[in-house]
């Protein structure tokens, strides 16, 4: 299995700031993903973190609002832009191996953000 | 959009078995069906997945039907840890997951 590490587990920042989340994994991984929990919500996808190229955004989320980086196979970013009060919401790191590797995915643990 | 649909909640007694519903009736050949479970405040945990058998591990079993058109996770002693949201998804190999709404279980007393 593959330990996923989320850093920080929660914050609360001011409206108009900008957050970065850090994701890294014990080991390569092929794909690595970002989604967002609302609240009492189920998990949605932001994106696919891309080694060595851009992230693949789902519809609804954009490269300027959510810039993501993945400079190699065992971490990944996540930046919160220009953060207004609906930015608040857990964001979670998932890690899948792809068809060669693991069968299922992996969780961080979230990180828990709050806007005021 | 998920494609698959599940109970929005159910209840179950503590030490009995608990049998959660997913049907999945557009699943394509290529898809396995995958089971997460989220305990409150926790990232999402692997339960079980299969393709066209039924699946057993430590954590619970999977029953698929003959047509894969809808399976069934079976927690065969549900203890109060049990309480989670469980998500029935298809999933083919690299693909990325889609996460409906789930099922809400309550383990009672």
């Known amino acids: 299995s593959a330990v996923i590490s989320q850093k920080p587990s929660r914050d609360i920042c001011q409206r108009g700031t900008s957050l970065t989340i850090q994701c890294q994994v014990d080991s390569q991984v092929t794909m690595m993903f970002w989604y967002r929990q609302q609240p009492g919500q189920s998990l949605t996808l932001i994106a696919t973190a891309n080694q060595g190229s851009e992230a693949t955004y789902e519809s609804g989320f954009v490269i300027d609002k959510f810039p993501i980086s993945r400079p190699n196979l065992t971490f990944s970013t996540l930046t919160v832009s220009n953060m207004s009060p609906e930015d608040s919401s857990i964001y979670l790191c998932?890690?899948?191996?792809?068809?060669?590797?693991?069968?299922?995915?992996?969780f961080g643990q979230g990180t828990r953000l709050t806007v005021v | 959009d998920a494609k698959t649909t599940q109970p929005t909640s159910m209840d179950c007694a503590e030490g009995r078995a608990a049998n959660l519903p997913c049907n999945h009736s557009t699943i394509s050949g290529n898809e396995y069906v995958y089971w997460y479970r989220q305990i409150h405040s926790q990232g999402p945990q692997y339960i079980i997945h299969g393709l066209k058998n039924n699946e057993t591990n430590e954590m619970a079993s999977l029953i698929i039907t003959e047509d894969r058109k809808s399976s069934t996770l079976i927690l065969p002693h549900a203890t109060l840890r049990d309480t989670a949201v469980y998500y029935c998804?298809?999933?083919?190999?690299?693909?990325?997951?889609?996460f409906g709404g789930g099922t809400r279980v309550l383990v009672k007393p």
């Open positions: 998932s890690v899948d191996g792809g068809a060669g590797t693991y069968t299922e995915a992996f």
């Open positions: 998804i298809e999933k083919a190999a690299g693909n990325k997951l889609t």
